[in-house]
Structures are given as structure tokens and as C-alpha cells.
């Protein structure tokens, strides 16, 4: 048996884990822990639009590449002999094709193209082979037929399967100037399959047989042979790539058009998550499955509709919560402090006003020293180790202004803020601290400047009024979000004045957050008065705007706090009163992995 | 808190819609450029950039408008057209 060594020259690398550098597209490692050859694919893709055909029109032809894409052939309301070029900005008008027709197949470049069959009426059997300017009549294949499979070069074509009054299963082969017979398909059909790959190596797939069909089958330049079948069967759908690397993309599905987009790896079709955006049928594409134009094809009337599809190497993988262990006591509306493997938290209420403290050091909460004076809905900045709590709620009904400073291992009470309040913002450290809004018991702007000793009240308030907001950042640049009464509204500061931003996506108050001026998260809270527990969603501010993260916390809670940043955040205490404790692992991306199979 | 908002906006090709956009709100396209988005501030934002913002009824409308002069012009095939594409008569769309 032929070795790795001996075919390529070298070893195949073995690792203990995954190498995570897109170097690794295409690569085949061993990987020593699962024991497993594995490799990774650029599997990811997504549609976005390109500029519009010229002539809108359904069941036209193809050919080309992403960047110099024909478009031939088709339908408006009558058979169309019009030909495009795809220059990878825009489409120009190219030389007619001799018979207008639709249903037609193509193969080849820009520059070198074939189409063959179609219908105008009546059902086509002639070839024209065009030059990058015109087109010139070729052999005719000895089989009429539209709704064919085509790929392939000029001068070695490939035509398979069609309608000719039935299903066909033919296939025809073309030298350039001839076409002769090349075996059947294992399975018949009509009504518009594609095709991808060479003379040689190709593939057929989808069509109609007597529903609609998703057969695939392979092609070694002699004989069909029958393959896994695509996820949604369907007719008209385009096509392109090699045998073993295919897209599909569009057709007429069950129950009408569809965008679904899969990717053939010379086995089985997966599902790319997102589809075109315009789903239709008749539609032609070109390319390769890593970089495809689809265009033209019918919705409710035919369209112009462009989109190009590129895949990434990479796969983005969206936020997640996991657990993180209990808190001691439970509780809400305590303060926050540090990041996930070395937080703080403090204050609180449950089952009363609470002076407790604990320390987390990424998996378990340890009881500290208590605050001098025990409060919930106060303000926290700083490190597990010097952290600053200030301001406050104590019930019966009292606005605090205390502060307290937290040194690692105990408390001191130090200057008191110049307004009483409660459930107010808080950015930055403990020697250079910021305290915004909240209510003492009228909802405030108030924004006071800690400098590690005492606060000045500074002549700018924040633009709207309010209390429980999530909040992040430094002393010179905050960020303030959502609030009382069910706020969206979102405020930054830049060390002088606040200015109205985005809002988030759910109103809410006492909300949890976590993160920077520019790089911030806001999750759980009240989302109106109905209940305590409001949403659980996670929203993630990238500076500009929010954007909900598809999972939101575990268990859905209010009056939660948060430390950390959007990569690695902590969220704790919650209402009704909680111990339990959540991880957030921040949005990233990741290789396509695969395992090999290997015999 | 509704999951869709809807829209007309005319699709004039290139960065109409991005990757970036793809990646960050639901998208999908109808007849009558009807544009069903993902309800999200950034997907609001697109939708305000391009088009109008409709009702869903507004856009249910303006689809099956469209669908009902599809099947007008589908009845008025040659039955050969009908035959040749295996063209099924345009059915109801129903937006999400």
C-alpha cells in the first residue's frame, strides 16, 4: 500500500488538539487525543447582492467564474437570445445567441462558452459556442431537449439528462465540435437539474422525475453512479463547482421557490445556514463552491436578482452562558467588581438588606468581610481586590451616599457622595470612579467624579433621567443603558458630557452588565412591570449599536449583576433572590472542522 | 415582541445586503420587493437606509398582489410554456 510519506513527501503532522490558525484550511493532521485524521473546510458561506442583470429573466444559462460569470439565453415573457458578462462589479451586454431559447444548458469560461438545447419553442438540439464577443453555430446533439444538465468545457462538454416530451436520461459528450453518446443516468429526469464538474468528473443533481427530485450521481467520463441525494429535492436549481466540492443553490422546492444553498463535499450535501435571499426558481449560476454568482431565474415574474456567495474559512460562533457555580447567600441588586475568575460581589438583598461579601475566583464564591453598612441597589467599581461600593438603598426607606472602600480583605468607610441615591450607575476603578442617575426617590442625571478620596458633582447630567441601567467603563469614558422606567435609551460619556447613542434592542430595567465604553454587554432584567424576571436575552454593544446574542442567559432573572468583559463575563445575583452564577464566553469564530474517514 | 419587521426597499445590487448583513439579521426577499428583516436595531437600520417600513398585512398585500397577476399570467400560457417548465400555478405566499 502506498504511504502518505511516499505520495506526498512528508509525514502527516500529528497534534493533541485542533490547530486553530486558518493556516489549517485544507490541511490533514492526526489528532492524538480523539485519534482521528481530521482536517479543516472553508464550509461557512453567505449571499450578498451584486449588481442586476440587465434583462430580468428566468431558465437561462451559465457559465464562467464568480468574476467573469456569462449569463445566456432565457425567458422574459418569450424566449430571449440576449447575452451578459459578469465583470465581478456589473453586467454588460454581449453578443445575441443565434436561436433565442430557454432551458438551455451552458459550460465553459466567459470566454470560451457553450450552450446547448432549450426550447423556444420548439425543443433545441443545437450547440453555439461563443468567443467573449459572439456567438457561432456548433454540432448539434442528437438528442432535443430542455430542462438539461450541462458542464464542462467548450471543447469537452458534457449534456445529461433534459426534457425531451419525457425524462431523459442521456448523455451526450462534446469534443468541440461533435457530440456523441456517453451513457445514461441512472435515474431520468427533466424539468431543470444541474450539473457541476468536467467531461470526466462530473456530477448531476436534483431535477424532476415524477415529483421532485434530489437524486445526485457521479460521472467518470463513462458511467453514472448513483450518489448521496441533495437535502431539498428539487427542479431548476443552478449549480456549480467540481464532483467533489459542489454548490447548489434555488429551484422549485415543495411547496414553491426556494434559497436553500448546499454544499457537496463528494459524498453528502450539507445546508449552508443561511439560503439566497431572493428564493427562486430558473435560476443560473457559475463559479466554484467557494466562490459563486447566482443570477436571473423567476419568483412571481422573472427577475434580474444578483448575489454572490463566498465562503469563509472561519465560523462564527455566537456568545454562550454556562454555569459557574453558586453563590452563599442568595440575593439581588448587590455590586459588582472584577472580571470572571476574580470578581466581587457585595450588598444585596435577600432575605434582607445585606452587608455580605463574596470573592470568586472563576468556579467557586468564598464569604469575605462584610460592608460597614449593609444596602442593595448601590454602585461598584474596580478589582476583586480594591473595589469601591457606594451609594444605596436600605429598607425601611433610606438613600444612601456612603462609600466604602474594599482593599482586598476588608472595608473602610470613607467620603460620602453629595446626593443620596439608589440603583445608580457606575464606571471605572476605585481610585477614579464615576456615579450616574439613579433615584433618591425621583430618578436623577446627577454624575458624580470619584478621584480616590472624594466626589464632585459635575455640572453635566446625563441626558435622560433614570435608575437600575446596566453601565460599563471607565471614569472618562462610560457607557449607560436601558434603565427605569423600561428604558432603551442608551448614553455615552466622554469624560465631559454624555451623548444619546443606539438603543438597545428590549427596554429594560435592572438589568446586568458587564464590559467597556465601547465593548459592553447588558442582559437579564425586568422588561416591564408584569414580573420580576424579565428577558434573559444578551445584547452586545461593538460601540456603534446592539446586537442580540441568539442565547441569553439560563435562567432569566432581574436585578442581576455582572463583571468582566464581553469575552469573558460573569453574571450573578438575580431576583427572585439567587445564588447561581453564569459564565459568558464572548462571540467568536472557529474552523470548519472534519473528521476524516479513514479504512 | 415580534420577531419580523417588513418592508419595500428596491434592490439595486451590490452591497444591498452584505455578508455582514447576512451574519447579522434575518433577511429574505419577496415578490413586490417585499424585504422580511430580522427585528433587530441593525436590521431596523438596514430597512430604514433602503426602503419603507410596512405591516405585515401591508406587505402580505403587496405579495399577493403580486402572486394573483402571476396566476393571471400563468393561466395565459401557451400549454406548451406550462408544460415545457413543469410550471406549477403560482400559489399563496404567506410571509413569516
Not at chain 2, 406587505?59 to 417548465?85: C, F, H
Request: glycine share 14%.
Amino acid at each position: 500500500m502506498t504511504t502518505y510519506k511516499e505520495l506526498f513527501g512528508k509525514y502527516v503532522q500529528n497534534y493533541s488538539s485542533d490547530p486553530t490558525s486558518t493556516d489549517a484550511e485544507g490541511q490533514i493532521w492526526y489528532n492524538s487525543t480523539s485519534g482521528t485524521f481530521k482536517t479543516a473546510l472553508g464550509l461557512y458561506g453567505a449571499w450578498t447582492s451584486a449588481n442586476q442583470l440587465n434583462t430580468a429573466r428566468g431558465y437561462l444559462a451559465g457559465a464562467g467564474t464568480q468574476t467573469a460569470s456569462l449569463a445566456f439565453g432565457g425567458k422574459t415573457t418569450v424566449a430571449v437570445n440576449s447575452t451578459e458578462l459578469y465583470n465581478g462589479t456589473s453586467w454588460t451586454v454581449g453578443g445575441n445567441l443565434t436561436t433565442a431559447r430557454y432551458g438551455l444548458a451552458g459550460a465553459g469560461t466567459q470566454t470560451s462558452a457553450l450552450g446547448f438545447g432549450g426550447y423556444g419553442p420548439p425543443l433545441y438540439n443545437s450547440t453555439e459556442l461563443y468567443n467573449g464577443t459572439s456567438w457561432t453555430a456548433g454540432g448539434n446533439l442528437a438528442t432535443a431537449r430542455n430542462g438539461l444538465g450541462g458542464c464542462g468545457l467548450q471543447t469537452a462538454g458534457l449534456a445529461f439528462g433534459g426534457n425531451t416530451g419525457v425524462a431523459s436520461a442521456a448523455t451526450e459528450k462534446y469534443n468541440g465540435s461533435t457530440w456523441t453518446s456517453g451513457g445514461s443516468l441512472n435515474t431520468a429526469r427533466r424539468y431543470g437539474l444541474a450539473g457541476a464538474g468536467t467531461q470526466t468528473s462530473a456530477l448531476a443533481f436534483g431535477g424532476y422525475v415524477t415529483a421532485l427530485s434530489g437524486a445526485t450521481e457521479k460521472y467518470d467520463g463513462t458511467s453514472w453512479t448513483n450518489s448521496n441525494s441533495l437535502n431539498t429535492a428539487r427542479n431548476y436549481l443552478a449549480g456549480c463547482g467540481t464532483q467533489t466540492a459542489a454548490l447548489a443553490f434555488g429551484g422549485q422546492a415543495s411547496p414553491g421557490s426556494t434559497g436553500a444553498t448546499e454544499l457537496f463535499n463528494g459524498t453528502t450535501w450539507t445546508s449552508n445556514p443561511t439560503s439566497l435571499a431572493t428564493a427562486r426558481v430558473g435560476l443560473s449560476g457559475a463559479g466554484v463552491q467557494t466562490s459563486a454568482l447566482a443570477f436571473g431565474g423567476f419568483t412571481t415574474a422573472v427577475v434580474a436578482t444578483t448575489e454572490q456567495w463566498t465562503q469563509s474559512v472561519t465560523v462564527p460562533v455566537a456568545g454562550s452562558w454556562s454555569s459557574g457555580g453558586n453563590m452563599n447567600t442568595a440575593r439581588y441588586s448587590g455590586a459588582s467588581a472584577g472580571t470572571q475568575t476574580a470578581a466581587l460581589g457585595f450588598g444585596g438583598y435577600g432575605p434582607t438588606n445585606s452587608n455580605k461579601t463574596e470573592s470568586y475566583n472563576g468556579s467557586a464564591w468564598t464569604a469575605v468581610n462584610v460592608m460597614n453598612t449593609a444596602r442593595y441597589v448601590l454602585g461598584g467599581v474596580g478589582t476583586q481586590t480594591a473595589a469601591l461600593g457606594f451609594a444605596g438603598y436600605n429598607y425601611p426607606p433610606s438613600f444612601f451616599n456612603n462609600t466604602e472602600s474594599w482593599n482586598g480583605t476588608s472595608w473602610t468607610t470613607v467620603n460620602t457622595m453629595n446626593t443620596s441615591r439608589s440603583g445608580i450607575g457606575s464606571a471605572g476603578i476605585q481610585t477614579a470612579a464615576l456615579g450616574f442617575g439613579g433615584a433618591g426617590p425621583s430618578a436623577s442625571a446627577a454624575t458624580e467624579s470619584w478621584n480616590g478620596s472624594v466626589w464632585t458633582t459635575l455640572p453635566a447630567s446625563m441626558n435622560t433621567a433614570r435608575g437600575a441601567m446596566g453601565s460599563t467603563g471607565t471614569q472618562t469614558a462610560a457607557l449607560a443603558f436601558g434603565g427605569t422606567p423600561y428604558r432603551n435609551a442608551t448614553e455615552s460619556w466622554n469624560g465631559s458630557a454624555w451623548t444619546n447613542v443606539n438603543s438597545l434592542t428590549t427596554p429594560r430595567q435592572n438589568l446586568g452588565s458587564f464590559g467597556t465604553q465601547t465593548s459592553a454587554a447588558a442582559f437579564g432584567a425586568q422588561a416591564s412591570p408584569s414580573g420580576p424576571t424579565g428577558p434573559a436575552a444578551t445584547e452586545l454593544w461593538n460601540g456603534t449599536s446592539w446586537t442580540t446574542n441568539p442565547t441569553g442567559l439560563t435562567t432569566a432573572r432581574a436585578a442581576t449583576k455582572g463583571a468582566g468583559t464581553v469575552s469573558a463575563g460573569l453574571a450573578f445575583f438575580g431576583q427572585p433572590a439567587s445564588i447561581a452564577t453564569e459564565l459568558w464566553t464572548g462571540p467568536s469564530t472557529t474552523l470548519n472542522y472534519k473528521t476524516l474517514t479513514t479504512s | 415582541m415580534a420577531l419580523f419587521i417588513y418592508g419595500v426597499a428596491s434592490n439595486y445590487g451590490k452591497d444591498f445586503f452584505t455578508a455582514q448583513d447576512r451574519q447579522n439579521f434575518f433577511l429574505r426577499g419577496f415578490p413586490g420587493d417585499v424585504w422580511v428583516i430580522g427585528a433587530t436595531e441593525k436590521g431596523a437600520l438596514w430597512l430604514a437606509e433602503r426602503g419603507v417600513e410596512k405591516t405585515k398585512a401591508e406587505a402580505q398585500a403587496i405579495v399577493d398582489g403580486e402572486v394573483s397577476k402571476a396566476q393571471a399570467a400563468y393561466d395565459a400560457l401557451p400549454e406548451d410554456q406550462k408544460t415545457n417548465l413543469n410550471r406549477q400555478r403560482p400559489t399563496a405566499i404567506n410571509l413569516p
